[in-house]
């Protein structure tokens, strides 16, 4: 499985990015994508998840009503709408295929991660 993130940029406070993260397979084992960033000297945090054949998305705290995941089957892919983004945003944003959680562990497989910079 490979997956192949993409969308981000540099953003001022207040503004709206949208990240792509393209899977090039489902595993049979997966049941899930996910959303997770890190910021410098910071470990991994969870961002968001959505179930590949079940409606169910989870977030973290701090993104919940700013940010929203969705999902393409057709295409294998994964989107996270970023809205009233914030200086705290900034981070390495990594897109995983795994079991729905908010653990890392849970997630099998990881996409080179996409650079997100928000000015104040």
């Known amino acids: 499985v490979q997956l192949q993130a993409s969308g981000g940029g540099v953003v001022q406070a207040g503004g709206s990015l949208r990240l792509s993260c393209a899977a090039s397979?489902?595993?049979?084992?997966?049941?899930?994508m996910a959303w997770f960033r890190q910021a410098p000297e910071k470990g991994r945090e969870f961002v968001a998840a959505?179930?590949?054949?079940?409606?169910?998305?989870i977030y973290a705290d701090s993104v919940r009503g700013r940010f929203t995941i969705s999902r393409d089957n057709a295409k294998s892919t994964v989107y996270l709408q970023m809205n009233s983004l914030k200086p705290e945003d900034t981070a390495v944003y990594y897109c995983?295929?795994?079991?729905?959680?908010?653990?890392?562990?849970?997630?099998?497989?990881w996409g080179q991660g996409t650079e997100v910079t928000v000015s104040s």
């Open positions: 959505i179930g590949w054949s079940f409606d169910i998305a």
């Open positions: 397979e489902r595993s049979f084992s997966t049941d899930a």
């Open positions: 995983a295929q795994g079991r729905l959680s908010r653990v890392v562990s849970t997630y099998d497989y």
